[in-house]
């Protein structure tokens, strides 16, 4: 049994018992959504396991130690995921007849609403756009020590042929891992000197006016999609933090990426950050939720199914995060029928079940081996915010009080069995059966949950 929480770990890709820099300063940096779009249901899978980590985390250090951020990104980011391709903003733009900058409010705000809904928390959902003067100094920083070189009319990028163990996420033997990339990639955009460089700052088009673009140093232009999340969590975590995390696509090159550039400027004492967690995908028919999925795999289209965002929520807790898990309406359906049966159950001093409960979530987040205590023992609603954050029984919340003659009858009960009292102990069983209650027992405690009809 462990009190300690312990994460898989991508940069050392193994289990690792969780130290934080300060125990009064956890601080958390979560990669979040392109606001061009509204997040389908794998998008919220991943932001279900972000909400969770930080649930944990204030569950162990308390809300006021643990500092969580998400940030919004709403432009850089590119079509294709590299330097080619086209600003997504700027294209669903076009697509929509309106501007880059109403679809990336639109899309933030209904963003926000949707993780609401879910009950997912952050401390701080920092826009892209707001801090394009920190993703500046920072590609400034770069250029000073010589990192960077220009390609004319197109942008200024990183020459990661000078980074000794770039693409360190991708373990075994990131240097042999680099040669296939750079033999197995294309190069998206001429000039590059190694398929694996990247933009850290794009130049606006001549030919072209951008909406979203700003006046730099060197050319009018807009951030490469990586430089933000450098810039947004040194300025609200510090040059160093805990935790960072987003989807396993992110590995290979965004936070290959995000890590060149902290450890090549303001963070050379390396590691950057501590811990890297990944959450693997949700997949529909063996492939990956895309956004072509449209809007049949949204919370919108969810609800009007008559599915609560808290089913949702139990589904995504039926898989480990770091498991594939498969999407389909069958499986959903499963999830609203076993989270019916949870039974919430009262106020008691079952404070050892409470310790169970937590070990699975210290456990690198099982949240499949809980929900199994959880069917067992039943949903406590009492002592701790985490189990209740779960938020798989909160509108089942108001139903129970056990009085306390049943109490008194279950505690003899339980006695009794540890007296070896059996003939007791069952002639009780019958007295809470008909009283409508049964017991349910682990080896060193027991909780009360109303008789199943
Ligand atoms: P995006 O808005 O496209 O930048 O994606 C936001 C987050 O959702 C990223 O961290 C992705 O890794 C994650 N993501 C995208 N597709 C899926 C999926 N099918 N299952 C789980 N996570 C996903
Ligand atoms: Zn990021």
Redesign the pocket.
Known sequence: MTNKLHIYNTLTRQKEQFQPIDENDIRIYS?????YSD?????L???FFCGLLGDVLRMIYGSEHVTQVMNI?DVG?LTDDGDAGEDKMEKWARREGVSAWDIAKKYEDNFKRYIEQLHIHFDKLPKATDHIEEQIAIVKMLEEKWYTYEIDQDGIYMNTSKIADYGKLMWPNYAKHIEGLQAGARVDVEGKKNATDFALWKFSPEWQQRQMEWESPRWKGFPGWHIECNAMSRKYLGDHFDIHT?????IPVHHSDEIAQAECSYAEDKPWVNYWMH?????IGGE????SAGDDLSLPAIIAKWYTPEDLRYFFLQAHYRSFQDFSWEALAAAKKGRQKLQIISPGDEVELLEQFREDLLDDLNTPALLAKLHKFGVPKWLDDTIRKLGIGQDKIEEIIIPEEIKALAEKRWEAKQAKDYAMADELRDELKAAGREMREGKDNYSVVPLEK
Do not use: E
């Open positions: 990669c979040g959504p392109t606001v997040p389908h249901l794998g998008n899978r991943y932001f990104t980011h987003g989807g396993v696509d992110h959450a693997q995908f949700l997949n990956k939720v895309a956004k």
